[in-house]
């Protein structure tokens, strides 16, 4: 199969290195509220992270982004997981965001640290019964017999504990990402795209422009 045809021009809009301001988080949010604005993205917090797993192979996966932070991101997980894991023996994570409708991509990188235990508690108590079971009964990344099994497990719990508030599990939590590298891409006509990176050094933020 050869794809060489698909084309496509990215006219929507431009960046300068003077539009992200004092803090690149604040443009980051300001670029997220867009996202969340428009009616052509459905979830405009679903991320792609990649981590590195314990055969020294990145794996990346999407997760949903549930805080941001002055200088870090916080999503929620299994801690047994794969990433988990993999985040367990290595700390090094990459996020990404893409959002095609207007045509932008945001790299971030940085340090992954599981949140605090009044964080993951209070995130796990706003969340619907059925997701807390759901996070209850799933060894995350584990193998299973069937898909019905699954279910069957699911509805049994559901069913002796309908009338019970549920505790979190020790093992699942936060993942909150310490930011160290935003790179922001705009998509430009004829592949010269805007690219600004941002490195936080030595408590400051420095910028640079990258060729497309």
């Known amino acids: 199969m050869e794809l060489f045809n698909y084309r496509k021009s990215y006219n929507k809009d431009k960046l300068s290195i003077n539009d992200i301001g004092k803090n690149p988080i604040d443009f980051f949010i300001k670029w997220f509220k867009e996202a969340e604005n428009s009616n052509q993205i459905i979830e405009p917090n679903a991320m792609t992270i990649s981590t590195i797993d314990e055969d020294n ?10 805080q941001v932070k002055d200088r870090s991101i916080v999503f929620f997980t299994n801690y047994n997981s794969k990433k988990g894991r993999s985040l367990e023996k290595n700390q090094n994570i990459c996020a990404s965001f893409y ?3 207007l045509e932008r991509q945001v790299i971030i990188r940085g340090c992954a640290k599981k949140t605090s235990f009044n964080e993951s508690e209070n995130y796990f108590n706003s969340r619907p019964f059925e997701s807390q079971a759901a996070a209850i009964i799933s060894n995350q990344s584990d193998d299973i017999d069937s898909y019905e099994a699954l279910l069957e497990n699911y509805n049994s719990f559901i069913d002796q504990n309908k009338n019970t508030k549920l505790k979190r599990p ?3 939590g936060g993942i909150e990402i310490f930011i160290n590298q935003i790179e922001f891409w705009q998509g430009r006509k004829n592949r010269l795209h805007n690219r600004v990176l941002c490195n936080f050094i030595e408590d400051n933020w420095k910028y640079k422009l990258l060729s497309p």
């Open 170 to 172: 020790y093992n699942w």
């Open 99 to 101: 959002w095609a409708p």
């Open 57 to 66: 192979f990145p794996s990346s996966r999407v997760v949903l982004l549930k």
